[in-house]
Nanobody
Framework: VQLQASGGGLVQAGGSLRLSCTASGFTLDDYVLGWFRQAPEKKKREGISIISKRGISTYYADSVKGRFTISRDNAKNTWYLQMDNLKPEDTADYFC?????????????????WGQGTQVTVSS
């Protein structure tokens, strides 16, 4: 079982990036999916966004609401985080996460599966 996150990079403030997370070893249909991030100076991961099993419901942290969009493609076993209007404070390592029982933005675990993280750096 593996989650492979990709799409991070260096971008100027106001720019966009799209993160992807592809799962192998299991299918996404029965999993709630999400993204967390950890800024360099922070010890704790921050919940950013969650999408329900069927993709009907989405949830966002206040810090990214209106700028980030989560989506999933179960046929491709992949989910995404479209990040627009990026700000320097969005700089962090971004982690994808999956759990059959659900996710909470306020809770960093324990969850079934975590990706390895992809780095996003936003310059001012």
């Amino acid at each position: 079982v593996q989650l492979q996150a990709s799409g991070g990079g260096l971008v100027q403030a106001g720019g966009s990036l799209r993160l992807s997370c592809t799962a192998s070893g299991f299918t996404l249909d029965d999993y709630v999916l999400g993204w967390f991030r950890q800024a360099p100076e922070k010890k704790k991961r921050e919940g950013i966004s969650i999408i329900s099993k069927r993709g009907i419901s989405t949830y966002y942290a206040d810090s990214v609401k209106g700028r980030f969009t989560i989506s999933r493609d179960n046929a491709k076993n992949t989910w995404y985080l479209q990040m627009d209007n990026l700000k320097p404070e969005d700089t962090a390592d971004y982690f994808c996460v999956a759990d059959r029982n659900g996710l909470l933005l306020e809770l960093t675990g324990p969850y079934h599966y975590w990706g390895q993280g992809t780095q996003v750096t936003v310059s001012s």
